[in-house]
T-cell receptor, first 112, second 114 residues
Framework: KNQVEQSPQSLIILEGKNCTLQ??????????LRWYKQDTGRGPVSLTI?????NTKSNGRYTATLDADTKQSSLHITASQLSDSASYIC???????????FGTGTRLQVFP | DAGITQSPRHKVTETGTPVTLRCHQT?????MYWYRQDPGHGLRLIHY???????DKGEVSDGYSVSRSKTEDFLLTLESATSSQTSVYFC?????????????FGPGTRLTVT
């Protein structure tokens, strides 16, 4: 069964600190993996999309890594800001399909 | 929100009543999607459209119907709302199939069925 699991479910960090969020998937055959940021009360917004040939992709202070062999991805946030408080959702697409498999997200809270 | 609006943004309705949610886009994207988001679940696809009058079911389509008579509008109808349909509903668009293209989400509609 195609699944996407994220950890931790929630995370609290202090402003300025770094953090890493994890995503494991069992989707096969793999096409691409995306990370979305969802602020409270808003729709998800894309941070990165990676295909199997990409193992690192950055978007400002956000860096995503992908290990297609172990089917794991991580999202690293550098020098966190209060505005990083949000849910981060890992999404995987299987090859030759128009449907996405969503993880349940990691809720990040950044405190001053 | 990438030229996507959803209406209404909030709605409270009673069990058994019909409800229609509207998604409107100004991007001229071919594909449109309806998802629901519930605590403990990832976003789940209800229905999607790959062109005017071309729609297909997603993983949680029971109790929902959709229509797309124009490129810019995608309607989601709950024929007879039930409490289990209390959720936040998101519309999304993409210019190609979701498997390969960026998907842009609307602001969501919070629906409460009492």
């Amino acid at each position: 069964k195609n699944q996407v699991e994220q950890s931790p479910q929630s995370l609290i960090i202090l402003e300025g600190k770094n953090c890493t969020l994890q995503c494991n998937y069992t989707v096969s055959p793999f096409s691409n993996l995306r990370w979305y940021k969802q602020d409270t009360g808003r729709g998800p917004v894309s941070l990165t999309i990676m295909t199997f040939s990409e193992n690192t992709k950055s978007n400002g202070r956000y860096t995503a890594t992908l290990d297609a062999d172990t089917k794991q991805s991580s999202l690293h946030i550098t020098a966190s800001q209060l505005s990083d408080s949000a849910s981060y959702i890992c999404v995987v697409s299987a090859l030759n399909t128009d449907k996405l498999i969503f993880g349940t997200g990691t809720r990040l809270q950044v405190f001053p | 929100d990438a030229g996507i609006t959803q209406s209404p943004r909030h709605k409270v309705t009673e069990t058994g009543t019909p409800v229609t949610l509207r998604c409107h886009q100004t991007e001229n994207h071919r594909y449109m999607y309806w998802y629901r988001q519930d605590p403990g679940h990832g976003l789940r696809l209800i229905h999607y459209s790959y062109g005017v009058k071309d729609t297909d079911k997603g993983e949680v389509s029971d109790g929902y119907s959709v229509s797309r008579s124009k490129t810019e509008d995608f309607l989601l109808t709950l024929e007879s709302a039930t409490s289990s349909q209390t959720s936040v509903y998101f519309c999304a668009i993409s210019d190609r199939g979701a498997g390969v293209a960026e998907q842009y989400f609307g602001p969501g509609t919070r629906l409460t069925v009492t």
